[in-house]
């Protein structure tokens, strides 16, 4: 099982600041790996996969890096809706497995 | 509009059975693999099963591996999940959701609200 480490768990920051998140897979996943932008009592929210690309209806804020086994999420300026949990999910192997979450705070 | 609404959570003893659905609508259903994923209170997203959109191919997480069988009836586009043998630790949300692209790619691109699973004495 491929076990995807995110970092930090909690970032602390401002709006209008940069938020970079980090997810790292314990093997190569090559491109596939999506992140999901989920808030309090709602359904996850699909914001980009395949590492780079960005979902439907998705803000040009949100942008993803990486390949092999370390990925980025930014999001080049917090706006107040973007405070919630991101998580990482890989689908190379089965099974399907998501990191632990990054929690975006409101400094 | 893609709507995926579950239902079946209950609270059930430990050793107990449900069965979980989730009725699709807005998109050809039979076209998609679906998903559940559940969440216990306060932590982090767990995949549990995956299914082909014609149904001939399963996928399940090692936890739940024998226990839970999941299928579809694309006749009436929902989605099920039978769940045997529950123990404490299945107690979560459990989310529907739809894949992607009709290439079957396994990322979520619809969820439904989820349903909420308890098992408990």
């Known amino acids: 099982e491929i076990v995807l480490t995110q970092s930090p768990a909690t970032l602390s920051l401002s709006p209008g600041e940069r938020a970079t998140l980090s997810c790292r897979a314990s093997?190569?996943?090559?491109?596939?790996l999506a992140w999901y932008q989920q808030k309090p009592g709602q359904a996850p929210r699909l914001l980009i996969y395949?590492?780079?690309n960005g979902a439907t209806g998705i803000p040009a804020r949100f942008s993803g890096s990486g390949s092999g086994t370390d990925f980025t999420l930014t999001i080049s300026s917090l706006e107040p809706e973007d405070f919630a949990v991101y998580y990482c999910?890989?689908?190379?192997?089965?099974?399907?497995?998501f990191g632990q979450g990054t929690k975006v705070e409101i400094k | 509009e893609v709507q995926l609404l579950e239902s079946g959570g209950a609270l059930v003893q430990p050793g107990g059975s449900l069965r979980l659905s989730c009725a699709a609508s807005?998109?050809?259903?039979?076209?998609?693999?679906m998903s559940w994923v559940r969440q216990a209170p306060g932590k982090g997203l767990e995949w549990v099963s995956a299914?082909?959109?014609?149904?001939?191919?399963?996928y399940y997480a090692e936890s739940v591996k024998g226990l839970f069988t999941i299928s579809r009836d694309n006749s009436k586009n929902t989605l099920y999940l039978q769940m045997n043998s529950l123990r404490a630790e299945d107690t979560a949300v459990y989310y529907c959701?739809?894949?992607?692209?009709?290439?079957?790619?396994?990322?979520?691109?619809?969820w439904g609200q989820g349903t909420l699973v308890t098992v408990s004495s």
């Open positions: 959701a739809k894949d992607l692209k009709t290439t079957t790619v396994y990322y979520f691109d619809y």
């Open positions: 807005g998109f050809i259903f039979s076209n998609y693999a």
């Open positions: 299914i082909s959109g014609i149904g001939t191919t399963t």
């Open positions: 093997q190569s996943v090559s491109i596939y």
């Open positions: 395949d590492a780079s």
């Open positions: 999910q890989q689908r190379s192997t089965w099974p399907r497995t």
